[in-house]
């Protein structure tokens, strides 16, 4: 029996543990950086970048081609069935090509190329870039730059999230401090409803005078109407919190007031000091260096397209089986080298383009700079901010404290009928107030380390 009465308790207790368990930041954070909207867009834009980048790489594909023609009417009857497949170099702008053809019939003497033996022929070649083209092409820049391009978005998937986790850190906090706000308030109704109930007891007793029961039920209402706005405020905070928090479907869910924590979360500093700012790895300035890396890319291939083209082209081929209609001159092997040059005079275009990619480079060096200096100065203010909030926290505290100990005495003194109504109210209230400001001074203080820690990038306290 003893057995059953535990386990009968211990399933009772569970339900209302699992109801009221605390909603931790840690929580709204694993929530968010795998629901949030703006995160999954750029999750896409990053696939978006590697399909591009697949797109890129297929300037490299083997191309098949065929062709056939033969002739209906006419004195001749010639027909040729050709077929040829290419691959581009990966690190050079020329590629292999090998082909086969075969033709019957006759041909005019001004197409006698077209001529192979009975069982066709088979060719082999490649092409070399001398010149232009041979260290960098519009084929390997368009691949190198798609592959930035996937760095880029990677990089502004970063920048989304650690912007998403900071302002639902920011919800959070606002959440939390919503609901200690309200437990001011219910605390402060709390008092002036149990001393409403002394207050009738001694006006029944004839201790006290009937007015004062009106006044204190005057001073309860007021206070209720304090409690009802931080609801509504902290009703607002949930609402804004569940645009982070949501259910594995990914739709909001609004925490209740039973899930609020008692204190605000626990963030830790980084440590400050010396060049923090230069030790801090923020994909804002990692995407300048990308940028920088296009550019100079792209110059490169300005560069190349100065040069002359000069091209070599070395061609084997060989007619196989019975001698066709050709004659036996197709029979041999064959081998062809040959190269061409080309060279454009004003070159105009490479040269303008030339002059955009160090001008880009120019800029993105110095924007930079400017990313740097505002780091800095960003960094050092919220270090400064950090500190300040610690020593109002404590002094906000100390206030909270002495403000409680002269209302815990008014309220001894106006048992005793030694003080008045008007005091001990005025009291409790400057207690409350008190608190309130302690509040705000820790909120404040819970916010600017959350701002440190998102300017430093702190992947792990941002749930990333």
């Excluded at 404590?394 to 002269?406: I, K, P, V």
Aim: charged share 30%.
């Amino acid at each position: 029996m003893i057995r059953l009465a535990l386990a009968l308790l211990l399933l009772a207790a569970l339900p209302a543990a699992a109801h009221a368990q605390v909603l931790t930041l840690d929580e709204v954070l694993r929530s968010s950086a795998t629901n949030a909207p703006a995160i999954l867009e750029a999750i896409a834009r990053e696939r978006w970048a590697d399909g591009r980048r697949l797109s890129a790489e297929g300037a490299f594909d083997t191309l098949f081609e065929g062709d056939a023609q033969s002739r209906l009417l006419g004195y001749y009857d010639g027909t040729v069935v050709e077929a040829r497949a290419s691959r581009p170099f990966a690190n050079n702008g020329g590629g292999l090509y090998a082909g086969y053809r075969a033709s019957r019939g006759e041909f005019p003497v001004y197409e006698d190329k077209a001529f192979t033996n009975r069982l066709g022929e088979v060719k082999v070649g490649a092409v070399f870039s001398l010149m232009r083209d041979r260290l960098v092409d519009e084929r390997r820049t368009k691949l190198g730059l798609a592959g930035r391009d996937i760095e880029l978005a990677r990089l502004d998937r970063e920048m989304v999230a650690i912007g998403v986790q900071r302002r639902a850190v920011g919800a959070y906090q606002l959440w939390v401090v919503a609901g200690m706000r309200v437990g001011v308030y219910r605390d402060l109704l709390a008092l002036a409803s149990e001393r409403q109930k002394s207050i009738e007891r001694q006006i029944t007793l004839g201790a006290r005078p009937e007015i004062l029961g009106t006044e204190n039920r005057q001073n309860i209402v007021r206070r209720q109407t304090l409690l009802i706005r931080a609801e509504q405020e902290l009703a607002s905070a949930a609402n804004a919190l569940s645009f982070y928090l949501r259910d594995a479907d990914g739709e909001p869910v609004t925490p209740g007031p039973e899930r609020l924590p008692g204190a605000f979360p626990e963030l830790r500093l980084p440590p400050l000091g010396g060049d923090l700012a230069r030790r801090i790895d923020r994909p804002d300035l990692e995407t300048i260096l990308v940028r920088l890396d296009q550019a100079a890319a792209r110059r490169q291939l300005a560069e190349n397209d100065l040069q002359p083209r000069l091209d070599l082209r070395a061609e084997a081929a060989k007619d196989v089986g019975p001698v066709g209609l050709g004659g036996s001159s197709r029979t041999p092997a064959e081998a062809i080298v040959g190269v061409r040059f080309s060279l454009p005079l004003e070159r105009r275009q490479a040269r303008g383009r030339v002059a955009e990619a160090v001008a880009e480079a120019d800029g993105l060096r110095l924007r930079r700079q400017l990313i740097e200096d505002q780091i800095l100065v960003e960094v050092n203010d919220l270090a400064i901010q950090v500190g300040a909030a610690e020593r109002l926290v404590a002094l906000a505290g100390d206030e909270t404290a002495l403000a409680n100990r002269m209302a815990e005495a008014e309220r001894r003194r106006f048992q005793l009928g030694a003080s008045d109504f008007l005091v001990v109210n005025l009291r409790e209230e400057s207690a409350a107030d008190a608190r309130l400001r302690q509040l705000d001074a820790e909120y404040r203080r819970s916010a600017s380390r959350a701002e440190l820690v998102a300017a430093t990038v702190d992947r792990a306290q941002l749930g990333l």
